[in-house]
C-alpha cells in the first residue's frame, strides 16, 4: 500500500500561484511514477501533470502547460506541483496519484493505484 497526502491548497485570485506537495508512505517512493489530477464540480477527474520514477519523462495537460511545473524529490518521498498564472477555471479539487513504474507515460485516472484524499483549489477572478 501507499499512503498519499496533498497539500498547499487554498483561495487564490487570479494570476496568482500555489505549490501542492503531496508526501508518500508505505513504499518505495521511487518505483512509482506519479500523477497529479483534478475535478471541478460537475465535471469529470482530469489529468494535469505525470512525472515518472525518474523524472525522466514529464507530460502536462495542454490546458496547464507553460503555467504548471511537476517535479518530484525522491529522498523526501514528495512530489510537488507549482502552479502559476492560476486561473478561475483552475479551481478544482487536486489529487496525486501514483501508479507502479512503467515504460510509457499514463494520462488515465483509471490506471492509477492510489490516490490521495485531494486538496482544494480556489481561484477568485
Known amino acids: 500500500q501507499v499512503q498519499l497526502v496533498e497539500s498547499g491548497g487554498g483561495l487564490v485570485q487570479a494570476g496568482g500561484s500555489l505549490r501542492l506537495s503531496c508526501a508518500a508512505s508505505?513504499?518505495?517512493?521511487?518505483?512509482?511514477?506519479m500523477g497529479w489530477f483534478r475535478q471541478a464540480p460537475g465535471k469529470e477527474r482530469e489529468f494535469v501533470a505525470v512525472?515518472?520514477?525518474?523524472?525522466?519523462?514529464?507530460r502536462y495537460a495542454d490546458s496547464v502547460k507553460g503555467r504548471f511545473t511537476i517535479s518530484r524529490d525522491n529522498a523526501k518521498n514528495t512530489v510537488y506541483l507549482q502552479m502559476s498564472s492560476l486561473q478561475p477555471e483552475d479551481t478544482a479539487v487536486y489529487y496525486c496519484?501514483?501508479?507502479?513504474?512503467?515504460?510509457?507515460?499514463?494520462?488515465?485516472?483509471?490506471?492509477?493505484?492510489?490516490w490521495g484524499q485531494g486538496t482544494q483549489v480556489t481561484v477568485s477572478s
Open positions: 496519484a501514483a501508479v507502479a513504474r512503467r515504460d510509457y507515460i499514463l494520462r488515465a485516472a483509471a490506471g492509477y493505484d492510489y
Open positions: 508505505g513504499r518505495t517512493f521511487s518505483n512509482y511514477d
Open positions: 512525472i515518472t520514477w525518474y523524472s525522466g519523462w514529464i
